[in-house]
């Protein structure tokens, strides 16, 4: 039972493809003789190839049609224009009949050349196509190629062995094609996330030092992408001098993936620059890894921060953990002045672009939180120092009672607050 159901399955099969063997000659036929109505003498043979000429066709193959055009009735040759808009009239004309028709167009000059070289393609169409018509040329090549008549000469075979090794030679050219194109592609993003940095674009010989002191050294950028910028560099630099001259596939696909990884990570970055995201996460470290001195009001919900510079110190207020407020006082002549209002945007662009590292003493708090305004006032649970590493310096038993001791006798509050030359820094 199994056997007659597979066996009338094939028999069904077998009848569709010989209906549509029969459809698609039947429309190789009709396409032949608008063919031949349209460019006459022109038109030398019209023959079915490729897998609908072997059997192999399956459902959705196009139907390839070979028409040879005898170059030999014109007095002037047909060049490459006129041969074009012959393609494009033939293909139309194919195209009414059936969209799955598709021509290829070769002069009968040419179609011998191929031969006499020994050209495999041309050898097989002869030996395989089903000619729908023949002006007296296909049909008698054919026979005389069946029957051993035609042969490869030995230049022909020759030269089949020298392509075969010319293209082999081009796979190298490919290799180092392909290392050229990596070298163009790291170092393009390279420069593209140097400029959405805010810095100008550099040389190659300098890309691999500019992005290890200012974004892998400070832990933006993975130092594996910088090696893979190098090594591809260096590459590109041996196989352009001549000192590499063997490159595998094996070394080349290895390479790609290095370089896409390289890529992703410059365009993540240009996009983080482009956002500002970069910039926000530049200066939180900034902020992080700055000493600052902090304290808690007895309000536990409030605090301060305060960032001391070479010309001026910055005190942040926040109240349930919102800024509430930035206060800026210069120094003139070693002396803090009296504060006065200013914006997180002023404080950002001070952090950035100061490296000063401050000595923080218990009498130089004291002055800051003398000096404080009303605002920034209040009585203080807790006074501290925090440095970078996350080491903090308790000061509260030193800083508060005495605060607290200055409200009880205003007249001590003459007391010169001013660090001593001999006092200890924390």
């Known amino acids: 039972m199994v056997k007659k159901t597979l066996s009338s399955k094939l028999r069904r099969l077998q009848r569709r493809r010989q209906v549509l063997m029969r459809s698609r000659i039947g429309a190789a036929k009709e396409f ?53 808009t012959l393609h494009e009239k033939l293909q139309g004309e194919a195209s009414k009949i059936n969209k799955e028709l598709h021509v290829q167009l070769h002069l009968l000059t040419e179609f011998w050349d191929y031969l006499r070289h020994g050209d495999t393609l041309f050898f097989n169409w002869l030996r395989t196509g089903l000619p729908v018509y023949d002006a007296g040329f296909f049909k008698p090549m054919k026979r005389l190629l069946l029957t051993g008549a035609i042969k490869p000469s030995k230049e022909s075979i020759s030269k089949n062995i020298d392509g075969a090794k010319a293209y082999l030679r081009k796979i190298s050219s490919y290799m180092e094609w392909s290392v050229e194109r990596l070298y163009r592609a790291i170092t393009w993003s390279a420069n593209a996330y140097l400029m959405a940095a805010g810095m100008p674009p550099a040389q190659v010989s300098e890309l691999a030092p500019v992005f290890t002191k200012y974004f892998v050294e400070k832990g933006d950028l993975d130092k594996k992408h910088i090696e893979t910028l190098d090594k591809i560099i260096k590459l590109q630099k041996e196989v352009e001098h001549g000192e590499k001259k063997h490159i595998t596939p094996e070394q080349v696909a290895q390479l790609k993936k290095e370089a896409e990884g390289f890529v992703n990570a410059m365009e993540k970055g240009v996009k983080e620059f482009v956002s500002g995201k970069a910039k926000a996460r530049e200066l939180k470290t900034i902020i992080k890894t700055t000493p600052k001195i902090f304290w808690v009001y007895k309000n536990k919900d409030s605090r301060g921060y305060c960032w001391l510079f070479e010309d001026s110190i910055f005190v942040a207020v926040y109240e349930n953990k919102k800024l509430k407020s ?36 218990p009498s130089l708090i004291r002055t800051i939180l003398k000096k404080m305004p009303e605002e920034g006032k209040a009585p203080l649970e807790k006074v501290g120092v925090e440095y970078p590493g996350r080491a903090l ?7 508060v009672p005495k605060e607290e001791k200055k409200e009880e006798k205003p007249k001590e509050e003459k007391k010169d607050d001013t660090p001593k030359p001999d006092e200890k820094p924390l």
Do not use: W
């Open 393 to 399: 310096v308790d000061l509260t038993s030193v800083i």
């Open 32 to 84: 032949a003789g608008r063919a031949k109505e349209k460019f006459g003498k022109y038109v030398k043979a019209v023959v079915i190839i490729g897998s609908y000429a072997t059997g192999s066709f399956v459902a959705g193959s196009d139907t390839d049609i070979l028409v040879l055009i005898d170059d030999t009735q014109s007095d002037s040759p047909i060049d490459e224009k006129l041969r074009q």
């Open 326 to 361: 930035v206060l800026n006082a210069p120094i003139k002549d070693g002396k803090l002045q009296s504060f006065a209002s200013s914006d997180s945007k002023t404080l950002f662009k001070k952090m950035e672009t100061s490296d000063f590292k401050p000595l923080v003493t």
